[in-house]
């Protein structure tokens, strides 16, 4: 890895992040409703989720797969599975008057993890970006250990840093928020978990 292929990695990563999707959507609008810490997470989830996508790349699918064996083809249902069981419970609260802090009490920051893991793990345009183009930055064929660190920390400050960013600014919108917008926001969040949930599943079943 040369200064400019890192640059250039990082530049592209951070475009990608920034691009209006369910990710951020979801990073904003559980800052939004229950506060910051659970912005944090999803983030946190979604980063692990393209390293995850990145060791697919630099290890290769047939090794993964040899590993995970049956549980591959899985991944993507399970996680579809998990994201409508939370955007139901998302309908649920959203009919419930509840503040910024009543909601952080009641939802564990797992759950945001787990959220935004199982975005990314189902977001075809971040696998295809890391299994497709990833050899466009790196020579996969010379790549060190170092290298391949290199690339982990560069997508984990890239990504993470664009969807904290995004945490942080709809964690003080929120101030301007009254619980009846955290309700709508609530409500349109859990439809677009369920829906992305059930285009996993149909997908999944589709292929």
Known sequence: MTWGSTLALFT?????????SVSVFVVSTRSATLGLGHGVFTALGIVMGDVIFIGMALGGWSLLLEHLGPLASWIR?????????????????????????SAHQKTAWQSSFL??????????????FYLGFLPAFVNMETLSYLDAGI???TAMVAVGGVKLVYAWMADRASLLFNWRIRRIMGAIAGSILIATGLFLIVG???S
């Open 204 to 206: 999944r079943v589709g």
């Open 115 to 128: 959220a935004g893991l199982a975005i990314t793990l189902g977001d075809q345009k971040a696998m295809l």
């Open 151 to 153: 690339i982990i920390a």
């Open 12 to 20: 592209a990563l951070v475009m990608l992040a920034a691009i209006p």
């Open 77 to 101: 249902p399970l996680g579809g599975a998990y994201l409508i069981w939370l955007g139901i419970g998302w309908l649920r609260a959203s009919a419930t008057k509840m503040t910024v802090g």
